[in-house]
């Protein structure tokens, strides 16, 4: 069993797709926004896109999963330069690696980790 896909509610689709691909340089692999989902394709795992269902699939909470990149400092210093938000500065974990939380454009927040 593998992970396949994580499902992201956004406040506005056009403009949640522009965050992914402007501010964190992922490309749409399917759907759209008129089709009322966009998909990006990581390695194995796809990212959708997808508008929020009050009550159901909210914005504006913390997603759960974590982006692992390969130099997380220059990832956040870049990301930081495009206007992304996050809750602190890079830090090194107990278990080893180094952490910090970003914010989308919907409110989200999710991990970004180096191991």
């Not at 964190?24 to 990212?47: I, K, R």
């Not at 206007?83 to 278990?95: A, I």
Request: with cysteine; charged share 20%.
């Amino acid at each position: 069993m593998k992970l396949a896909a994580i499902r992201i509610p956004c406040q506005n689709l056009k403009d949640a797709q522009a965050f992914y691909v402007d501010k964190l340089g992922l490309n749409p692999a399917f759907g759209s926004p008129s089709e009322g989902f966009v998909g990006m394709q990581l390695q194995n795992v796809q990212l959708i896109l997808e508008p929020q269902e009050q009550g159901e699939f909210e914005c504006g909470r913390y997603l759960g999963f974590s982006l692992a990149v390969e130099d997380i400092n220059t990832f956040y210093s870049e990301a930081c330069a495009r206007g992304v938000l996050f809750s602190n500065k890079p830090e090194k974990q107990s278990w080893g690696g180094i952490m910090t939380h970003m914010y989308d454009n919907s409110g989200n927040i999710f991990s970004v980790i180096e191991v």
